[in-house]
């Protein structure tokens, strides 16, 4: 059972817009989410997170939102760029497992931006 | 800057070898942890270690085994490599603690033959 979804394997959009990548979870322990970003034959890297205590969190351009109700966070990036073309991993960790718990990870999205 | 350095980018490795996989980092972090990254299927947890000498399984150890001798050297070893294993493997660490931020190597692309 996928604990972590991200639904649309793919997205394609304009420089200079707005890009939404979206992730839906159904473990309502998880407690904290991450989003990783992969260039190919690169490891990830980590781009933002966010606490469930929060709704919003934002870094320059990324901006993470977070639903518990709904069990669905959001990514979006104003304005995208083509450097921003990458795949894009949404993870969470479960907070009954211990301070120390692993991250569970969505199938991730890939983003192509045009020039 | 955290540092995760994997011994190899790419290996090429024939059925039935045994496969062995470092990795380095040298942020002195407590966890560790071995994935694969499969299209499609995302980054699946094989093992992780939270100290020195100790190993948990994730979620696909099957085929696979682990050995952490030292807090910053993890290794990842294939008893004997099978083509179901041809993948990107992606070593990361981290801090224990609530941030939980992984901080992974670039890969290596393995390909069984």
């Known amino acids: 059972d996928q604990q972590v979804k991200q639904n649309s394997p793919s997205l394609s959009v304009q420089e200079g817009r707005i890009s939404i990548l979206n992730c839906d979870y159904t473990n309502s322990m998880f407690d904290y989410f991450l989003w990783y970003k992969k260039y190919p034959a690169e490891g990830p890297t980590f781009l933002i997170s966010?606490?469930?205590?929060?709704d919003k969190n934002e870094d320059g351009r990324f901006t993470v939102f977070l639903n518990k109700s709904a069990k669905h966070l959001s990514l979006h990036i104003v304005p995208s760029q083509p450097g921003d073309s990458a795949v894009y991993f949404c993870a969470a960790r479960d907070l009954g497992t211990g301070a120390n718990s692993k991250l569970t990870f969505g199938k991730g999205i890939t983003l192509s931006v045009r020039p | 800057d955290v540092k995760v350095t994997q011994s190899s980018r790419y290996l090429v490795k024939r059925t039935g070898e045994k496969v062995f996989l470092e990795c380095v980092q040298d942020?002195?972090?407590?966890?560790m942890f071995w994935y694969r990254q499969d299209p499609g299927l995302g980054l699946r947890l094989i093992y992780f270690s939270y100290d020195v000498k100790m190993k948990e399984k994730g979620d696909i150890p099957e085929g696979y085994s682990v050995s952490r001798e030292k807090k910053e050297r993890f290794s990842l070893i294939l008893e004997s490599a099978s083509t179901n294993q041809t993948s990107m493997y992606l070593c990361?660490?981290?801090?224990?603690?609530?941030?939980?931020?992984?901080?992974f190597g670039a890969g290596t692309r393995l390909s069984v033959l």
């Open positions: 966010i606490s469930s205590i929060k």
């Open positions: 990361a660490s981290s801090l224990p603690g609530a941030k939980n931020i992984q901080y």
């Open positions: 942020m002195d972090h407590e966890n």
